[in-house]
């Protein structure tokens, strides 16, 4: 038996289960009832049974001792990745769950936690706090230092999409302008080729290929730990890419150069550097260059990811097929491309209001069926487009042709039909009614009284005769098409 009975300086009685790990390695637990000892040993026998035990002691790590090993355990994670995930647990996250028990952190726990969260940022800042927890706790219960994740059904702020400015050419013309010689060049790289800011700041000389016309995206600057900018190829093999460039674009990069003293025999250098030759740095640039830029061009509130937004939305505007499209711009997912960077601009919305409008416009006169139609196609065109072929006389001929039989075969012994199986015939009149009158009459099989006649004729139009003992009105088109469909198959 694996559980001892001690006694403790107060004279209180303790049960202790002392069990062994899958390695030899002896642990222990006590407790104040037998009942509880008990029910511990045979839920850990049954685990170990099983193949699900956990060891208890595993528990006991902290969540911020696991949070600072999970950062370091991912040798292929880049260095901006890692750095965003730090300032995330060191902000938001271990100031709450850092000094708990992995095993005591409960759903409860990370659900007040997201909603604190949700009270002063905006959804996305959310969600992303929350994925980095998320993957926190997956991590410790693959590790079997947990044995589920708390972060179960926790309810996270609805994400809008959210529609961002792209520029036109005379916006981007304007933008260049503001920004002034030295990064005029570096808003029309972004705004044309579609790239990254890290992807623009690390372009180096020996990537523009003038000769070829094509530009190769082999490097990125981002930042790393603690702030500091590092440059490191791109973090997925979509991101490394040669893409062509318009002939004017290289020569404005050729007359870039040129003023900073380079060739392009000088391959290692950036193409774009601060005012004191070191690498662009993000944050010094865009408060010293780019938010004065964006306010002089009137487009204030405009982000540099908006020039990838732009060339993604011109690539979809012209017409460049979603693969182009895609390996241009470095997307793994095409679905990236569409959903996340290519925006519907009013003068699109506009072109696709007038190019529906032209191909659905009604028409101005009645349609003309063609008379090489079957008979009951030509009733059914005469009946929904209001026209004939005006050969009054073949017409009247088909519609004498015509016998109505439920077989859909065509009655070798024709009878006549009842007058309230047969919902309506349409009729033509023009000059030759009489012509159609005597149509009509043999499909009846019956003749035609005077005001039937006069229905007929009357304003020289297309109209329904009614059914015999019908009480005004017309059949509906429903009832007509109904009538056509059950024609023989020789007829239809």
Same mark, same amino acid.
Request: proline share 5%; glycine share 10%.
């Given at each position: 038996m694996s559980i001892t009975v001690k006694t403790t300086k107060a004279g209180e009685r303790r049960y202790e289960v002392r069990l062994r790990d899958p390695s030899g390695r002896?642990?222990?637990?006590?407790? !104040?009832?037998?009942?509880? #000892?008990?029910?511990?040993? *045979?839920?850990?026998?049954?685990?170990?049974? +099983?193949?699900?035990? /956990?060891?208890?002691?595993?528990?006991?790590?902290?969540?911020?001792?696991?949070?600072?090993?999970?950062?370091?355990?991912d040798p292929g994670k880049s260095p901006s990745s890692v750095a965003r995930d730090e300032d995330s647990l060191k902000v938001h996250v271990l100031a709450t769950l850092g000094a708990r028990r992995l095993a005591s952190i409960t759903p409860r726990k990370v659900q007040a936690l997201v909603t604190r969260w949700a009270a002063t940022a905006k959804p996305r800042t959310v969600r992303r706090q929350d994925d980095t927890? !998320?993957?926190?706790?997956? #991590?410790?219960?693959?590790? *079997?230092?947990?044995?589920?994740?708390?972060? +179960?059904?926790?309810? /996270?702020?609805q994400v809008d999409i959210e529609t961002r400015p792209v520029l036109d050419a005379a916006g981007l013309a304007g933008l260049a302008a503001a920004v002034g010689p030295d990064y005029s060049a570096l808003v029309y790289v972004a705004g044309v080729l579609g790239l990254r800011w890290g992807e623009t700041a690390g372009l180096r000389v020996g990537a523009v290929d003038f000769a070829a016309a094509t530009v190769t995206i082999s490097e990125?600057?981002?930042?790393?730990?603690?702030?500091?900018?590092?440059?490191?190829?791109?973090?997925?093999?979509?991101?490394r890419r040669t893409i062509s460039a318009p002939t004017w674009l290289l020569e404005l990069l050729e007359d870039h150069l040129r003023r900073r003293g380079l060739t392009p025999a000088d391959v290692t250098q950036l193409v774009f550097v601060a005012a004191n030759g070191d690498g662009l740095d993000y944050a010094h640039w865009r408060q010293r260059v780019w938010m004065p830029a964006v306010r002089a061009a009137g487009v204030a509130g405009l982000r540099f990811h908006d020039l990838r937004r732009t060339a993604a939305t011109a690539l979809v505007l012209d017409g460049v097929d979603l693969k182009t499209a895609q390996t241009r711009l470095g997307h793994a997912d095409p679905r990236t491309t569409i959903g996340l960077y290519a925006q519907a601009t009013q003068k699109a919305d506009r072109d696709a209001a007038e190019a529906l409008g032209t191909r659905f416009r009604p028409p101005t006169t009645a349609p003309v069926v063609p008379a090489d139609l079957p008979s009951s196609r030509r009733l059914v065109r005469a009946f929904r487009g209001l026209g004939g072929s005006g050969d009054s006389a073949e017409e009247a001929k088909s519609a004498a042709d015509l016998h109505l039989r439920e077989s859909g075969r065509r009655d070798s012994n024709p009878r006549p039909q009842r007058p309230e199986c047969i919902p309506a015939v349409?009729?033509?009149?023009?000059?030759?009614?009489s012509g159609w009158s005597g149509a009509v009459s043999r499909y009846w099989r019956m003749p035609l009284n005077d005001l039937e006649r006069r229905r007929m004729?009357?304003?020289?139009?297309?109209?329904?005769?009614?059914?015999?003992?019908?009480?005004?009105?017309?059949?509906?088109?429903?009832?007509?098409?109904?009538?056509?469909?059950?024609?023989?198959?020789?007829?239809?």
């Open positions: 002896e642990y222990a637990k006590t407790f !104040r009832t037998r009942r509880e #000892a008990e029910r511990y040993e *045979d839920t850990q026998r049954a685990d170990r049974a +099983r193949g699900s035990w /956990l060891d208890p002691r595993t528990g006991d790590v902290t969540f911020g001792d696991w949070a600072t090993e999970w950062l370091a355990s927890v !998320r993957a926190i706790f997956t #991590a410790a219960f693959e590790a *079997d230092l947990i044995g589920r994740s708390p972060c +179960r059904r926790i309810r /996270l702020p990125q600057r981002t930042r790393g730990h603690g702030g500091a900018t590092v440059t490191r190829a791109p973090k997925i093999k979509a991101g349409l009729t033509r009149t023009d000059s030759n009614c004729c009357h304003g020289c139009a297309m109209e329904l005769v009614p059914r015999h003992g019908q009480r005004g009105g017309a059949p509906s088109i429903g009832r007509f098409v109904a009538c056509i469909d059950r024609l023989s198959p020789t007829d239809r």
